[in-house]
């Protein structure tokens, strides 16, 4: 049986996107994007992407379409994911922009 609980703190939601270990909770790869690798059992701000206009995620890392069209990732760049131009073990806790992308 499933069951629904109403999250406190979520206003004027449109959709959410959730990754394969969290929306919120877990954090190990800096997954929330707040800034750290904390988890959390509530929702919490993803640092400076206030804007968003789309999202999407993956297991560990997430990405958001702004509303000037550029788009920021944060997460597990273990497989070079967030688009940044590297690779590395180091989570990246707060948002990055992905440099190449057109934004039209």
Not at 16 to 24: H, K, P, T, Y
Not at 82 to 97: E, F, K, M, Q
């Amino acid at each position: 049986m499933t069951s629904r609980v109403r999250v406190g703190g979520l206003t004027d939601i449109v959709e959410l996107v959730a990754g394969g270990e969290s929306c919120w909770g877990l954090n190990r790869k800096g997954e929330l994007g707040n800034g750290d690798t904390t988890d959390r059992s509530s929702p919490t701000a993803v640092s400076g992407i206030a804007d968003a206009q789309y999202l999407g995620s993956g297991k560990w890392h997430y990405c958001a379409v702004r509303a000037g069209g550029s788009v920021w990732c944060w997460g597990d760049n273990l497989g070079g994911q967030l688009g940044t131009g590297g690779v590395t073990s180091d989570p990246n806790p707060t948002p990055r922009a992905v440099h190449g992308l057109p934004t039209s």
